[in-house]
């Protein structure tokens, strides 16, 4: 027992914990700040973000949002520990869950086998996406960023095309509304139903599965170790015996495997469709939410929840007579705040352990002295 | 001296300089103080010429044209550094660059100049000059702070010792009435190490062949160069193959092809009767080479992640460290306990981060672990390169020991002492290519150094250094 405290170190956690924190509580001074200068009293505004957002269906609500940032987060957390930015996430998931979205509109099979199927199709496609900047940037030296933004691109055009009367997409009744075929009832995925409080998605299942499994493979593989060391050091990487450029791709179609789940949770939990009103810009959700919770599985998912927090009592502003674009600017200032405060820590922490190690070394030089004296 | 610099702040304690406290926020503040520094590692822009070079970042002081060019010229004539204003930096050798180096800093004003192990990269003769210009820079009234883990250029050069371990002044001496022995013991706390190995272990039987190994690389201009040609050597069982040269003649290269870290264009490596010219590293790895790199910051270490992570990067395959494809971490923390404890880490515990220990300790971890393995053949380069003294002989015990227990090793150094030591067999390597050999029971450091400028070839024989068999 004495060991493993010994390995929680204490000053370490602190300064773990100290980054993200003092991000947010930058964030929310920022934001009063703000408030202020549009000349009105922000205490209210804080106020209302605890009651409103501890009301049990904000709760609901924040969860199921939280399910599919968490499943962004990660996609983009897998590339950040190997020194890779998948910009990409984006493009992956609506790519992907445009093409869930039209098998499972198109085969009749029972949802047992339908939904699986559904869920790799969507995996597979979201890796192939991301495969095609990791192939780039293995055999070209195409920076992963530039590729990815592109292909974002890329994906918007091809579902724009592909989603029409006449090809993949369908007119509802109304005449006004693209979408894939509906999913057959069978295919939905099961929810948790809390009654006036709302619905809490199933697929919080899967994103939890998906944290065991990132905890896992890094922590815990040979392969995560290799993957963990090439994103610290390339070069040492390579020294040890990592094959670098097949790590590359190996976690681009990694992180471009969890980002094609990202969709799922609407797709099979809400939607039951594709259109022009599937969620956009996930994927940039993603890379705030990688950032704030340091890429770490469970620091992700409590990042998942600020953000899915934010955005339900920012959105309740509106009705008490603030401007809900307040959200932008938290966000934002988080973001900024977050990749300031994880340098300054790492660099303060890293400088500190020398200044400590080098005491202690000091300390038990100078005992030994006292004793051989 | 990173303090001195202006690079560090001091936790307590006070500089005085010319009689003035001083405090350095920035190598700024000590540039203004007349304080300037000569790195280890050159801080030059290959593609400028020298006068560009220098004015860079000092622009303000005599502006970029003529009148810099003309105070250069009066800085080199009166310290008789010899530089040429408008030569490129890059067609510059390792000991002009150097004092590219000193002129820089004497043109920012400096009056005391700090060298960080500035003969490392020299050859003996090379050395011997750099001597002179700091005496001349000394009887111009500059003081020079000189720092070498290298006893006997201390004693030529100095006029006063200080001998620094662990962080702690440990004594001062008088060059004029010192040994080498004596200093060192003050050094080390204890009796001098070193290198030397007499009795010899060679077997023969062969651990690794290297067979006319050819390797072509672009230089930053794009240009293709060989960088390795026809390269042969054989190392046995219980052998030390020393290689000798000036840095960037191509050993790195070799080091690196042996690893499986480049593709040789030609030749065949042979790995104890299996040929691994173009296995990957991390099966050249599991066959049993051991590899410490001349660069631990960049090949050796993850620098953020803590020791015992560490003593598992390269090994990952291997027990302790994993079962299956999966991670033992608990295995692999209690052999980095055992490595810290056998092979004298000074560490408070395995949860530091390798940034943290010193270059000696974080060496020793390296050595430790690659050890650890049982290798058949070790690839040592540098392997006491900004390493205390203590560390120092420590690393060569254990290369001692591995050696009679039948290991191989290919050493690269450019310590001369420690090559010559050390080695069974001495190689000398000139623009990629094994240019001559020696025998390190007779050879002297001096006469290595000609062979390593080009100036010799063939078999080295004492007091005959141009003679011998062309191969």
Known sequence: MKKFTQRIDKEKLLLAIAAPVLAVVAALVVTALVILATGKNPMPAFNDMLSYGSASDSQVYILNKATTYYLAGIAVAVGFRMNLFNIGVDGQYRIAAFLAAVIGGAVSLPGIVAIPLMILAAMVTGALWAAIAGVLKVTRGVSEVISTIMLNAIATAIIAYLLQPERLGQLDQAGTLVSTKPLPHSSWFFSIDNGDAGQIWGFVVIAVLVGLAYWFVLGRTRFGFDLRAVGQSE????????????????????????????????????????????????????????????????????????????????????????????????????????????????????????????????AQAAKKQEVTA | MKILYGMQKPDEGTITVDGEQAVFHSPADAIARGIGMVHQHFMLADNLTVLENVVLGGEKLYGIGAKARK??????????????????????GVADRQRVEILKVLYRGARTLILDEPTAVLVPQEVEALFDNLRELKAEGLTVIF???????????????????????VGTADPKNTTTKQLAELMVGSELPSPETRESTVTDVPMLKVDELRLAATDPDGVVREVLSGVSFTIHKGEVLGIAGVEGNGQAELVEAIMGMRDPDGGVITLDATDISHAPTRKRREGGIGYIPEDRHRHGLLLEAPLWENRVLGHVTERPNSKGGLLDNKAARADTERIVREYDVRTPGIEVTAASLSGGNQQKLIVGREMSHNPKLLIAAHPTRGVDVGAQAQIWDQIRTARREGLAVLLISADLDELIGLSDTLRVMYRGRLVADADPATITPEELGSAMTGAAAGHLEHHDSTGGEDR
């Open chain 2, 147 to 169: 720092i070498s883990h290298k006893l006997g250029e201390v004693l030529s050069v100095a006029d006063d010792i200080t001998v620094i371990r662990r962080g702690t002044t």
């Open chain 1, 235 to 362: 070069s040492a990487a390579a020294a040890s015996g990592a094959n670098v450029k097949k790590m590359i791709i190996t976690s681009m179609i990694i992180s471009g495997a969890v980002a094609g789940l990202v969709g799922l949770p609407t797709l099979l939990n809400d939607s039951h469709q594709f259109d022009n009103s599937f969620p956009l810009g996930l994927g940039f959700t993603g890379i705030a939410v990688a950032l704030l919770g340091r890429n770490h599985p469970v620091g992700v998912a409590l990042a998942a929840l600020v953000w899915g927090y934010l955005e339900r009592t920012t959105g309740h502003f509106e009705v008490i007579g603030y401007d809900k674009e307040i959200l932008g600017v938290i966000q934002g200032v988080i973001v900024l705040c977050v990749v300031i405060a994880y340098e300054v820590v790492r660099r303060y922490g890293l400088k500190r352990q020398q200044q400590r190690v080098g005491a202690e070394l000091a």
């Open chain 2, 71 to 92: 105070k250069i010229k009066e800085i080199s004539d009166a310290y008789g550094l010899g530089v040429r204003p408008d030569a490129m930096v890059e067609d510059l």
